[in-house]
Each structure stands twice: as C-alpha cells, then as structure tokens.
C-alpha cells in the first residue's frame, strides 16, 4: 500500500513539472486570451479545434494562432493544463 502512494506521489509529481516546461511562442501566441466561459467568445467565429499532442508539452496558444485564432476556449483540462479547446477569431 505504501509502494502504491509513493508510485502515485511520483507520477502526479511528474505531471506537475511536465506542465512547468517552457515553450517559445509563435509570433502573436502572447496575444492569445484564454477564456473558460462561452459568454467571452459570444461574437466570435470557431476557426478549429486544438488538442496537446500525446506525449509532448506544447503551448496551447501557439496550436490556437496556427490555426488562425486569436482566443482559446478550454474544453478540457488536467491539473490546470489545458488538454483541448477550440479557437477562434473574436474581434479586437
């Protein structure tokens, strides 16, 4: 039982530093707003959906203006570490 709490101590450890990781954004991703409520993107157009690639820590702003977006709407998140959202384009 005890071999089984350090294993889980050891794997959300793990999790909680992947997420610390530093990417460099793409030009405009510092831009992106990240937004949880659907009231935020009310007057604005979907452009795609985004999703962190298995096994790799990526900056989920620099996937939202890749595909033309300029807001991210988290869908679902892990830990506070965003899994997928959708962007989109919302006026300035």
């Not at 294993?7 to 707003?33: E, N, Q």
């Not at 935020?40 to 452009?47: E, G, L, R």
């Not at 300029?70 to 506070?80: A, M, P, Q, W």
Request: hydrophobic share 45%; aromatic share 2%.
């Amino acid at each position: 039982m005890k071999r089984d709490a350090l294993k889980l101590i050891a794997v959300a450890t793990s999790m909680l530093l992947a997420g610390c990781v530093t990417t460099a954004l793409a030009p405009g991703a510092a831009d992106v707003r990240v937004v949880r409520s659907a009231a935020d993107i009310a007057s604005c157009t979907a452009v795609g959906n985004v999703r962190q690639p298995p096994d790799q820590n990526v900056d989920m702003r620099n996937l939202t203006v890749g595909v033309g977006g300029n807001t991210l709407f988290v869908t679902e998140e892990v830990l506070g570490i965003v899994q997928s959202g959708v962007a989109y384009r919302c006026p300035n």
